[in-house]
């Protein structure tokens, strides 16, 4: 049992919630986040690039010159990948690059980044981050409390704190159940709503 303080929503202490699960150091995997982190950027890869093999390219059906007697190397057809405009061998094809992990491994690679993010000072848990939608005034905000690099995780997806931080490059904001490992990985400080890191403990408990 963990006693965490949460703010309000001018960054001042407000009161305690006790979480269920330790935050200790050995509770932290950093394989396993490795592997979701490596698993997310893998999975962002388009995997568009694609070349035509000989069979795929358009033509190639008449003998390019006789067999015999022009002093070249025969071939049978100018689609062959010996001659210029042929197809490729071995070339790139479409293909997706998701890799599989399994659910319990996601659970446990956010848990550590967040066990992670309390012992270095970096979770700051506030009761309710309200928005009036404005870039300059969430902007503001967080320079003056200097957690402009953050991650915010609001427990509503249409909460006016995401629209806000669109236009940020050092902040991003999102809805708990869109919460990705990556992510938190990528800023330097987590700021989660009390309501939304409820939900989120009781998946990791």
Known sequence: M?????LNSKFENKEKIKVDFDFSPES?????VHQVVKATLASRRQGNAHTKSK???RGGGKKPF???????ARQGSTRSPLMPGGG????????????????????????????DKQLAGKLIIVDLLASTGKTKDIFNLLASKN??????????SASLVIRATKNLRTAKALGVDN???????KYENLIIEKQAFEKLAKKLV
């Open 2 to 6: 963990t006693e965490l303080n949460v």
């Open 28 to 32: 932290i995997n950093v394989p396993v």
């Open 179 to 185: 919460m990705s490992v990556y992510e938190a990985v």
């Open 147 to 156: 957690l402009s690099n953050a991650l915010i995780v609001t427990l509503d």
């Open 88 to 115: 490729t061998v071995f070339g790139p094809k479409h293909r997706s690059f998701e890799q599989k992990v399994n659910k319990k491994v996601v659970l446990n690679a956010l848990k550590s980044v967040l066990v």
């Open 55 to 57: 069979s795929e390219v």
């Open 66 to 72: 006789k067999q015999k007697g022009t002093g070249n």
